[in-house]
């Protein structure tokens, strides 16, 4: 693989709320969908009860690589959404 070639991917990491990690290598110009469905058919959940966010900002799946402003070593949250509130009776 030339040096050329090998500009136009990164890796990223991928932690779970259990602290654990996936790590990816991807091309920049990838919808991040793309990663996303791969992330959750390792850890075996439903792409839709996910969120993933880069520094603290949801990054959204019809988004590049560069759209997000992602870099090499970037570690992206993935954080299972939950809807509801209280429980009748609190």
Known sequence: ?????????ITVQVKGQDEDTVCFRIGK???LEKL?????????????S???FYKGNRIH???TVLQARLKAGS???AIMHQSGGSSPGC
């Open 36 to 48: 996303f469905k791969s992330y959750c058919e390792k850890k075996q959940v439903y792409l839709h």
């Open 1 to 9: 693989m030339d040096n050329s070639e090998d500009q136009n991917y």
């Open 61 to 63: 799946p019809r988004q």
């Open 29 to 31: 110009e990838l919808k």
């Open 75 to 77: 570690e992206i949250d």
């Open 50 to 52: 996910m969120q993933f």
